[in-house]
């Protein structure tokens, strides 16, 4: 049977930041393994009391004199969004570029050698705060590339055009609307159920898949990626696709 699920993990934050709170704890946590015995201290670092804590930086100060964290970071990884798509023949090329895209099977691109024909890594580049959130361009990462599995760009499957979008509503993005876009690597995810606002997208844009229904994750997530929406349509901090493939 034809793969009709793929699956996008979303991360959410400064990946350096994260590296160095991560280290940080590390540090505290080894630190605590190393004394916790001879001073009669919990195991985790987020277990210590203020005075505990006292006794741990004064061992610190003179062991290495590196910044203590007591509580873990928080993880990067937002959420998993798990999309069924279209069964439909009529869209049969655009659901084979999207899931290649997800698995990485294809090698690199063709105009662009340097890159691969993949997500993983890929930032969601634009979120328009309770309307969509836009990415896929794994050529230039801001939305003024991209590249689909056959060479640069192909035609827009008309089918897609006819279905009804709504939140949760996975969809090819193009600078063209209707059947004379073109499409690439480039998707869109729906954030909302307003009305007015999907009546932009019905007609003007290839929709091929949908949130899996039964995953309130998702759901939720959806919502996140919406809080992190700027008011000009940049991420009030990186977002990007830390895992992808076929379920």
């Known amino acids: 049977m034809a793969c009709r699920q793929v699956y996008l993990d979303i991360y959410i934050g ?28 919990p195991s985790k ?18 062991e290495s004199k590196a910044e203590l964290r007591f509580e873990p970071p928080d993880p990067l990884l937002a959420g998993r969004l798990v999309f069924e798509l279209s069964a439909s023949p009529k869209l049969a090329k655009t659901i084979a ?5 997800c698995t990485g099977e294809k090698g690199t691109c063709k105009n662009a050698r340097n890159k691969q024909l993949h997500y993983l890594g890929c930032p969601i580049h634009r979120i328009a705060k309770g309307f969509v959130a836009q990415g896929g361009d794994i050529v230039r990462g801001d939305g003024s590339g991209g590249e689909s599995i056959y060479g640069g760009d192909f035609k827009v499957e008309e089918e897609g ?34 009305e007015n606002q999907l009546k932009k997208l019905k007609g003007q844009y290839v929709i091929f898949g949908e949130l899996k229904k039964d ?3 998702g759901l939720g997530l959806l919502d996140r990626l919406s809080e992190v929406g700027g008011a000009n349509e940049k991420p009030l901090m990186p977002v990007w696709i830390g895992g992808c493939g076929t379920c």
């Open 14 to 41: 400064e990946a350096e930041r994260f590296a160095q709170e991560e280290a940080s704890y590390k540090h505290t946590s080894d630190l605590l393994a190393k004394y916790a015995t001879s001073y009669t201290l």
């Open 45 to 62: 670092p987020e277990e210590l009391s203020d005075w505990q804590k006292e006794i741990l930086q004064n061992i610190d100060v003179h």
């Open 97 to 101: 570029n999207f899931i290649a895209l």
């Open 161 to 194: 055009l006819r279905a009804t979008p709504r939140k949760g509503s996975l969809g090819m993005a193009s600078s063209k609307t209707g059947s004379n876009a073109k499409n690439t690597s480039q998707f869109f995810v729906v954030l909302t159920d307003d």
């Open 215 to 217: 995953q309130t994750e």
